[in-house]
């Protein structure tokens, strides 16, 4: 068997420790004679899985004890339309910070069932940095704030969080949950698809404070409810049961590796490796502000679309696998998550040198 060094952007590589645990306890899950896939969600045995999944995530993420901890599903998306129903419940109206592809089309949703604000857009320069705002830039009767705070496509990251004064600030952190420590307590929602950094597709994580809900339009679906699915427990209907195991698996792993400290010490390395070598490489350039970068997604350009594309195609036969630019983007990109070892990076890194090297 060999496996690829895989730069997915989601889903994407998940830890081998955690594979070869889910493989081990396929046909028979802690000696119960059924997998996880098998199981009633009503069963004691999952019921000990989630309550743990839900636990580590408390402890890992320093979660306050006012926050849901939620297991949803419908992916990011589903949020775009769940977060307008259920929040903005005030004044009917919400600002938005736009940084991208995703940030943009949760903000098109939220127009749908209120006023919908841009504040401040990056657009103009293909989505390359993050836009100053302050505190006066926001309306103090928005009833939420929203950004993505890792634009996945783009490569960009908050290195600090907006101003926002007592407007609650609802994160969309898909592609950098569990990446590095994030103060919980200056959201009042982080939510994130689970397919970039934490299980396979299938699972949505939602992190609301309590007193968030409660509030959601009429018209609310029950299944977009969060007060419906914080009451259950995630479990109105029948939840990603598998994906919700793995999740527990990887961030068992994530625990043992020194937890989101650890992990983020690691992510910092991988990406220093990355960055310096774009920012001294004659032929590869990174295309984002030197102080938006983010962590997990590196996008990087040669500038000649046909030599863009010899090098997709010789990496990925020597085993770097999805590292082709999203495709409203081109370019390349090399997510990085959690799972990715230094010694990949670096295996990349020398793969480039050597491309660069042969082709200039
Ligand atoms: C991938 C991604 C999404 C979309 O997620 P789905 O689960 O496919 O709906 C939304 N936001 C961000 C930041 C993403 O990376």
Known sequence: MSRVYNFSAGPSMLPEEVLKKAAAEMLDYEGCGQSVMEMSHR??????IIKDA?????ELMNIPDNYKVLFLQGGASTQFASIPMNFMNKNNKADFIITGQWAKKAYQEAARYGEARVVASSADKTFSYIPKTTADDFDKDADYVYICMNNTIYGTKFASLPEVGDIPLIADISSMFLSEPIDVSKFAVVYGGAQK?????????VIIREDMLGNAMDIT?????????????????????????ICKLVLEWIKDQGGIEAVYANNCKKAKILYDFLDNS??????VATEDRSLMNVPFVTG????????????????????????????????????????????????????EAANS
């Open 197 to 205: 950094n934490i299980a396979p597709a299938g699972l949505t994580v």
């Open 304 to 355: 000649n679309e046909e030599l863009d594309a010899k090098f997709v195609k010789e990496a990925t036969a020597a085993g770097f696998v999805n590292l082709k630019g999203h495709r409203s983007f081109g370019g390349m990109r090399a997510s990085i998550y959690n799972a990715m070892q230094i010694y990949g990076v670096e295996k990349l890194v020398a793969f480039m040198a050597e491309f």
């Open 282 to 287: 004659k032929m590869f350039n990174s295309t």
């Open 221 to 245: 679906p029950t299944m977009l409810n969060y007060q419906v699915m914080a009451d259950n427990d995630s479990l109105y209907n029948t939840p990603p049961c598998y994906t919700i195991y």
């Open 43 to 48: 069963s004691k045995t999952f019921d000990k």
């Open 54 to 58: 839900e636990s580590l995530f408390r």
